[in-house]
């Protein structure tokens, strides 16, 4: 697809957007009747102004990328789905939209007086550490720039980011880093620069950034089921790797749609919180621009929205007092903003609201309801007769030329989750048996075996691995070729193995 026809089509779909005022939260003493500290409550979208038929064919055309998604309404779920094998439990990685975690949490110590202002000079904040490659640019870089993407820091080069984290010790590889730009000029998106605020936060506060955001933000809002990835140092990840449900992943959102604001509370900064949503830095993308700390917005939709690599997702339009948050999993690549990004963002700043209650329509929610239930309960397809290959293949094991079986296209996940090698492999079996299921094992190169159903009937059977649960769910692409397909749960991480 050409540059020119690229700009034309987010133009166009820029166009059937109506011009609207700049955002600002939603005032709670007006809007929220309840507030979802020990658990949202649901409503039909008719009673909360929506049309449940809009919302099917939204379903319809989005869900099936999605690994989970739930739409509030003046606080209310008015639709919520999860996408088999996941469930409302599934702690999923949030990937970047861990950005706006730690940029929530920079604004609160901040506020508190434990971080200084956002033009205070990186390095002088390591009094005691000494950099490489530093120069008038380098000491001149602030929070502002690290919090704005503008930092000038080289990011763009080849394995800087695998280099960090190969590192041990992260903070010092990322600020001994040199230095691309000028601060404060073009914007570049680089995770090193929201890990350096992680560190900032942690020396701070004396806490690491889970600890602190127990205390001063998951703890108020009601989560207390959050994983959080640490560096070799102990340092959570600034930029990514934090897991949580999606309904808490909800609250979140909930919180910035009220401007920081939670249960009469100002949790975050209401300043930091309107600057966060605002556009600080220009991206060169089309209508979309970046505030701070992992959050962007679309300046002629007014909607904000925080992104996570693989498309995870959380929206809210304050003028509709309406907010979307999706999981995305099973992409072959990061959310792609033109073919995917730009087009879903606009169907969310299209879907229509009523300021009053709509009629009931009973076919609409059950046009609804089997719109995510085709996602969440898929039926089980019919199982095709077997090939002469799979008598041939059963229960023959395999040496494996390469270790990387498990790992390949899931690199860091891999490297993040555990210690090298562990997930090396050297052996593979699969074996039919009849019916429904095939059985996988496995022999990893410390000799152990990993044996796991793998469902022929198109649904995945749930198994636990070396870096946490799986699906995995087995499908002939032709006679001659078998394909195994292991989702890792959670994540937006799914590994083909082919056998031909």
């Given amino acids: 697809m050409s540059t020119k026809r690229v700009w034309l089509i987010v133009l166009c779909l820029m166009l059937a957007l109506p011009s609207l005022a700049l955002l600002s939260p939603v005032r709670a003493q007006d809007e929220a009747t309840y507030w979802p500290t020990d658990g949202w409550r649901t409503s039909t979208p008719e009673e909360q102004g929506m049309d449940s038929e809009a919302l099917a064919a939204f379903i319809a055309q989005w869900g099936g990328a999605m690994d989970s998604l739930i739409i509030i309404r003046h606080g209310y779920i008015v ?7 996941n469930t409302a439990g599934t702690l999923h990685d949030e ?5 706006a975690v730690t940029g929530s949490l920079l604004g609160i110590a901040m506020d508190e007086g434990l971080v200084p202002g956002m033009d205070t000079p990186v390095l002088s904040l390591f009094p005691d550490r000494t950099f490489e490659n530093v120069d008038a640019d380098k000491e001149a870089m602030t929070l502002r720039h690290l919090s704005t993407m503008t930092s000038g820091l080289d990011c763009a080069s080849p394995g800087v ?12 590889y990322a600020l001994d880093a040199p230095m691309a730009a000028q601060p404060g000029g073009s914007f570049a998106y680089c995770n090193m620069n929201t890990h350096v605020l992680a560190a900032i936060l942690a020396q701070a506060t004396g806490q690491t950034p889970l600890e602190y955001a127990n205390d001063r933000l998951f703890g ?3 989560i207390t089921d959050v994983q959080w990835l640490s560096d070799p140092t102990g340092l959570n990840h600034g930029y990514a790797d934090i897991y949580m449900t999606p309904r808490d992943l909800a609250k979140f959102g909930y919180l910035y749609l009220h401007g920081g604001e939670w249960d009469g509370e100002q949790l975050v900064p209401a300043d930091y919180a309107q600057a966060a949503v605002a556009t600080q830095a220009v991206t060169g993308w089309p209508d979309l621009n970046y505030g701070y700390n992992g959050w962007w917005r679309f300046e002629s939709a007014n909607l904000a929205w925080s992104l996570g690599w693989g498309g995870q997702s959380i929206y809210y339009l304050v003028d509709k007092d309406l907010l979307v948050v999706f999981n995305e999993g099973g992409l072959s690549e990061n959310l792609r903003l033109v073919t995917q990004g730009y087009p879903i963002s606009y169907a969310i700043a299209g879907l229509s609201t009523a300021d009053e209650a709509l009629p009931a329509n009973p076919d609409g929610e059950k046009a609804l309801e089997a719109a995510m239930s ?9 199982v095709p007769e077997l090939p002469a290959l799979a008598a ?5 094991t395999y040496g494996l030329m390469t270790p990387n079986l498990l790992t390949a296209g899931i690199e860091r996940l891999a490297h993040v989750r555990t210690d090298a090698g562990r997930l090396d492999s050297s052996a593979v079996n699969l074996r039919f048996d009849g019916g429904d299921e095939a059985t996988l094992t496995v022999t990893y190169a410390d000799g152990a075996p990993w044996a796991v159903p793998v469902g022929l009937d198109g649904l995945y059977r749930v198994s636990e691995s070396r870096i946490g649960p ?4 087995g499908m002939w692409l032709a006679d001659d070729s078998f394909r195994v397909e292991i989702k890792y749960i959670g994540t937006s991480n799914v590994v083909q193995l082919d056998v031909t």
């Fill in 79 to 85: 639709a919520e789905m999860y996408s088999a094998p």
């Fill in 95 to 99: 990937a970047s939209i861990t950005k």
């Fill in 161 to 172: 980011q695998d280099g960090m984290e190969a590192s041990d010790d992260w903070l010092q």
């Fill in 220 to 222: 108020p809002l009601g």
């Fill in 374 to 382: 085709a996602f969440s309960n898929p039926p089980a397809k019919p």
């Fill in 392 to 396: 041939q293949i059963s229960g023959q």
């Fill in 470 to 473: 799986v699906g995995v769910r």
